[in-house]
């Protein structure tokens, strides 16, 4: 194992530089206790690279990216972006990350953490024992099907997109989902809309066709994403890992997000088949509170230890920020979104400061 890691830091928009920031102090914490160290690059994508270089990523982010071990990336987005072009706009800078480093597997774990039971939306025992994870493929269906776009007809103005996946993108995608069932509880159930969709039924075919050949010994279910996500609040602790294409799995993971009580508390990967790995929370960018020391860093500092975990082997120093996670929420320190009776609130950088006297116990 390197001891010297090279990490890509892209703060993006809204509370983007502030949550980066907590994490930063973290991860430079844990590496000199675990004895590495990372060496960092920062560099501008989504409205921030707008305003600096006119483009939402500049082909030098992606060169710092594809140069490193490893990407954490805070949120991308604002609503003075909103009615440029597409081409311009921060989301097509994140689209064009994820192309361009070809992370075509994004993993969201979903995990209820005690301490933060009640905070979610849902009774106690409908969400208690949640632990699931899902599988969205990042990098073809509807997002970046083609043909797209807008015409002028006779009859009115038309707009479309494409919903397209080749048997290739399945299998992949399909595979990563299905190791990752296999060294969790077994269980793996896919999420299309074979009743309706071609490319669903495809889908369903590959996923079929893959288990009976490699993984017979995997529990697979498939759903409806209708279904998938009725059941995800009747009765989220159903699921173990959930597979499925781009835009359900933008929603799904949404609507898991929540089980959790906020969607501040969540991190993600997004993986290729080789190169950097790209970490990030699944929360946005709040533009709203940005800048008010309101945020909640949780969801970045967990995905810095997905980072250590999955995209430097440093499982070590990965656990020991999520301890320091725990140790904190049992402290009873939250932050505005997550606040209950009893508990004491903290601003973002108050909870750094509890965050860092965590790691040492
Ligand atoms: C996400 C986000 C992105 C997506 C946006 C910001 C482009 O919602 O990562 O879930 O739709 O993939
Ligand atoms: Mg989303």
């Excluded at 990372?38 to 006119?54: F, R, V």
């Excluded at 609503?79 to 989301?91: A, F």
């Excluded at 969709?197 to 369903?204: E, G, K, N, T, Y």
């Excluded at 320190?333 to 009893?342: I, Q, S, V």
């Amino acid at each position: 194992m390197s001891s010297r890691h090279r990490i890509t830091l892209l703060a993006g928009d809204g509370i983007g530089p502030e949550i980066l920031a907590v994490a930063r102090q973290l991860l430079d914490a844990v590496s000199l206790r675990h004895g590495f160290s990372l060496d960092y690059n920062e560099q501008p994508i989504g409205g921030a690279a707008i305003d600096s270089c006119g483009v939402p990523l500049p082909e030098s982010t992606l060169e710092a990216c594809r140069a490193s071990d490893a990407v954490l990336m805070a949120a991308i987005g604002s609503p003075q972006y909103d009615s440029l072009p597409r081409q311009q706009r921060p989301e097509t800078g994140l689209l064009g990350l994820r192309a361009g480093l070809g992370l075509f597997a994004n993993l969201r774990p979903v995990k209820i953490l005690p301490a933060l039971i009640e905070a979610s939306s849902l009774r106690r025992e409908v969400v208690e024992g949640v632990d699931l994870i899902v599988v969205r493929e990042l990098t073809s269906g509807i997002y970046f099907g083609s043909p797209k776009g807008r015409v002028e007809t006779d009859a009115g103005v038309r707009a479309f997109n494409t919903m397209a996946y080749s048997d290739h993108e399945i299998d992949r995608i399909a595979k990563v989902g299905f190791e990752l069932a296999k060294e969790r509880s077994g269980r793996l159930c896919s999420v299309d809309k074979a009743n309706v969709l071609d490319v669903s039924q495809l889908w369903r075919e590959r996923v079929e066709s893959l288990h009976a050949s490699a993984y017979p010994e995997v529990a697979l279910s498939h759903l409806y994403v209708d279904n998938a996500a009725m059941q995800l609040v009747r009765q989220p602790s159903q699921f173990d890992v959930l597979l499925t294409g781009n835009l359900f799995g933008d929603i799904l993971s949404d609507e898991a997000a929540m089980l959790s009580g906020s969607i501040g508390m969540l991190p993600s990967a997004s993986l290729g088949s080789d190169g950097p790995g790209l970490f990030e929370p699944i929360h946005g960018s709040a533009p709203d509170i940005a800048g008010q020391d309101r945020a909640n860093p949780m969801a970045m500092v967990l995905s810095a230890a997905m980072m250590l975990r999955v995209g430097l082997q440093q499982e070590a120093a990965a656990a020991a920020l999520e301890s320091a996670v725990d140790l904190v929420l049992a402290r009873g320190y939250r932050t505005g979104d997550l606040m209950a009776p009893g508990c004491t609130e903290l601003g973002c950088a108050a909870m750094a400061d509890q965050l860092l006297a965590a790691l040492e116990g």
